[in-house]
């Protein structure tokens, strides 16, 4: 990355002779900081985002792509056939974990899931290997707080997420009073939460949904 020279003294300064600066029982004490970057520091996300862009700029199988989110990764693998998923997908992991330690960071391989997602009516698998891991593919992932199924129809999520909205709307009622009802205003705000539950990253699997319905 093409950084100008007076950016990385100023990062390099940020990163020298950091104290922290606490009370305890009304007295002042410092304690120097083995960690370069405090948490919450706006700084941060954008150091990390330098560092984890190498493994963004991987040179990979052209059936692979990257997707990235804070610190969670997935990678996409279309083709026709098992044995050339498998040969691309061990090949792309093998490549991130390598990258990954370079950094020096370690992946969770035993965290690793694999989804296989066809069209076809016969129920196929596939194992991959991570690390010292193989990981055999699951019907069903949850990957950023939405359920993806191998047919991506998306019924699972929502079946999942109408039970806890059911749970929601339960919990709430039992805030409303018995006598009279609760306000216009405290309906309207019940009703978004449970909106907002039920319509949780709608736009990735609405399309998949209406196509079901029909």
């Known amino acids: 990355m093409r950084v100008p020279s007076f950016l990385r003294q100023i990062i390099a300064s940020y990163f020298s002779n950091r104290v922290l600066e606490y009370c305890t029982d009304g007295d002042a004490e410092t304690y120097s900081a083995t960690a370069v970057v405090s948490q919450g520091s706006v700084l941060g996300p954008i150091l ?21 989110f804070a610190d969670d990764i997935a990678l996409t693998i279309v083709d026709k056939k098992l ?3 498998k040969a691309d997908s061990d090949d792309a992991i093998r490549l991130v974990r390598r990258a990954i330690s370079e950094l020096d960071l370690q992946t ?15 129920k196929e698998s596939i ?8 990981i055999t593919s699951v019907p069903c992932i949850r990957y950023l707080g939405v ?8 019924d699972q999520h929502l079946r999942v997420v ?21 306000r216009c205003s405290r309906c309207r705000l019940y009703v978004r939460v449970v909106d907002l539950v039920l319509l949780y990253e709608a736009p990735t699997w609405r399309e998949a949904t209406a196509m079901s319905a029909r």
Not at 48 to 68: C, D, F, G, Q
Not at 108 to 119: G, H, R, Y
Request: glycine share 6%; net charge positive; proline share 3%.
């Open 48 to 68: 990390w985002n330098a560092m984890y862009n190498k493994i963004l700029e991987l040179r990979l199988s052209r059936t692979v792509s990257i997707v990235r």
């Open 147 to 154: 359920h993806i199924d191998d047919k991506l129809r998306f």
């Open 127 to 134: 194992t991959l290997r991570a690390g010292d891991c193989d």
């Open 83 to 85: 044995e050339d998923i």
């Open 162 to 182: 109408s039970e806890k909205a059911t749970r929601v709307a339960g919990a709430l009622s039992g805030l409303m009073p018995n006598i009279g009802g609760p």
């Open 108 to 122: 969770a391989d035993q965290k690793t899931e694999v989804l296989l997602v066809t069209s076809r009516k016969l």
